[in-house]
């Protein structure tokens, strides 16, 4: 398997710009995560799907920030517009949730730079 | 919601060294994770334990569910282990979501 597939890898925008990270999870996964990592706050979970239903976005810092995913193998995670705070690397992942307990797989994460 | 507590929050050792690190949590959960970030940033799955004992090559985890701790056990360290480890865990429940540690930092010197 590929594993979790994140696009771009890399992303350098200016401050008021739209940003659009995406991710393929693991085929046959139906659980999927967007993490945000920064010195300051560590790993965030910002939004997270079942079966592509939202189930907590209560990670999502405000408005601008918005996620989707519209099958079984794709997600987006946009921020319009994007501000210089927003700089951090963007990880996604997924896992299986058909039990109890879950393995969760992460991508190899976007690295967003507003200036 | 739960706590997850990792010890200690940084670790130097020399190549070839032994260490243990640990994670402590403070209510039941039904899933436990160790996971590796690497220097270039990559979260790399090292166990999924929630309870019981496993090993990987140098790499070993513990979790003894009924006191609320996990330990994973470097051998013989080399410099690629060097990087953040963190803990995670899952108290269960239909929407549950793992929850992670603040990470231990290890810096292994040749």
């Known amino acids: 398997d590929a594993g979790v597939i994140q696009s771009p890898r890399h992303e350098v925008t200016e401050m008021g710009q739209e940003v659009t990270l995406r991710c393929k999870p693991i085929s046959g996964h139906n659980s999927l995560f967007w993490y945000r990592q920064t010195m300051m706050r560590g790993l965030e979970l910002l939004i997270y799907?079942?079966?592509?239903?939202?189930?907590?976005d209560s990670g999502m810092p405000e408005d601008r920030f918005s996620a989707k995913m519209p099958n079984a193998s794709f997600s987006t995670l946009k921020i319009q517009p994007s501000e210089p705070r927003d700089s951090a690397v963007y990880f996604c992942?997924?896992?299986?949730?058909?039990?109890?307990?879950?393995?969760?797989?992460f991508g190899p994460g976007t690295r967003l730079t507003v200036t | 919601g739960i706590q997850v507590e990792q010890s200690p929050p940084d670790l130097i050792l020399q190549e070839g060294a032994n260490s243990t690190l640990r994670c402590n949590f403070s209510?039941?959960?039904?899933?436990l994770q160790w996971f590796h970030q690497n220097p270039w940033g990559q979260l790399i799955n090292l166990f999924y334990?929630?309870?019981g004992t496993k090993q990987n090559g140098r790499l070993s985890a513990t979790t003894v569910a009924t006191e609320r701790y996990s330990l994973l056990y470097i051998s013989s360290s080399q410099t690629t282990d060097s990087g953040v480890y963190f803990c995670a865990v899952e108290q269960g429940g239909a929407n549950s979501k793992l929850t992670f540690g603040k990470g231990i930092t290890l810096s292994v010197r040749p």
């Open positions: 334990i929630p309870s």
């Open positions: 992942a997924s896992s299986i949730r058909d039990r109890v307990g879950y393995e969760q797989y």
């Open positions: 799907f079942n079966n592509n239903v939202p189930i907590d």
């Open positions: 209510d039941s959960v039904n899933n």
